[in-house]
């Protein structure tokens, strides 16, 4: 059972394009963190939000925290081929981090 | 500062064979992590090390794979004897472990081919 499930799995849009990714549970996280993941790399922290309702803003990526801290999106605006890769987002719990399944985007020039 | 550094980078051996992969944290950073990522997949945790005492070892299949932090810096995790459904991604991390936040960083990752 996938403590967070993250939507879509696969991403394939053209250059210039928005979009968004989801990242939902059941449970109450104290801190979810997203992450991006390159070809044959580590993945990288993007972002981490704290507090229900919280709205962070990184260039043209906008990370949103649920009200209830159980859920948690990605929206990008005018994705640009550079922005591929895959998508985590991870969920702080009892000292440890759970990750969503990722998320694969491909933006096409 | 230097990030953290895994090696090898990539391995293939035969299955019933045994590996090792090493992992350097961050200097300062007293949390080291070992993670599992297959293919298209989110990372799984196998172990997590405060210092050199392992804190967490429930997701660490114990009949083959063995991890050590010595000194509580370096660490190693082994596999022996290694099996087909071991061929993954095997992400060492750490965090400094303070703050209510856990931002971890990781290295690139050691490709376990098993044949």
């Known amino acids: 059972t996938q403590l967070l499930e993250q939507s879509p799995q696969f991403l394939s849009i053209q250059e210039g394009e928005n979009l968004t990714v989801y990242c939902n549970s059941s449970?109450?996280?104290?801190?979810l963190q997203w992450y991006r993941q390159e070809p044959g790399e580590g993945p990288v922290l993007l972002v981490t939000?704290?507090?229900?309702?919280e709205v962070k803003k990184l260039k043209r990526l906008t990370f949103q925290f649920g009200d209830a801290r159980k859920d948690s999106s990605l929206h990008i605006t005018a994705a640009q081929p550079g922005d591929t890769g895959l998508y985590l987002c991870?969920?702080?719990?009892?000292?440890?981090?759970?990750f969503g399944q990722g998320t694969e985007l491909s933006v096409k020039p | 500062e230097a990030g953290v550094v895994q090696s090898p980078r990539y391995k293939i051996i035969e299955k019933k064979q045994p590996v090792a992969f090493w992992c350097n944290p961050i200097?300062?950073?007293?949390?080291l992590y070992w993670y599992l990522q297959n293919l298209g997949q989110g990372p799984e945790l196998l172990i997590r090390y405060e210092n050199e005492e392992a804190v967490d070892d429930s997701q660490l299949p114990k009949d083959r794979f063995s991890a050590e932090r010595l000194k509580g810096v370096d660490s190693t995790l082994k596999i022996q004897p290694a099996e087909l459904g071991d061929s993954a991604v095997y992400l060492c991390?750490?965090?400094?472990?303070?703050?209510?936040?856990?931002?971890?960083?990781f290295g690139p990752g050691t490709r376990l081919t098993v044949l």
């Open positions: 939000v704290v507090t229900g309702g």
């Open positions: 991870a969920g702080a719990k009892g000292g440890k981090l759970i």
């Open positions: 449970s109450v996280f104290s801190s």
């Open positions: 991390a750490s965090s400094s472990g303070q703050g209510i936040v856990n931002e971890q960083f």
């Open positions: 200097s300062g950073h007293n949390t």
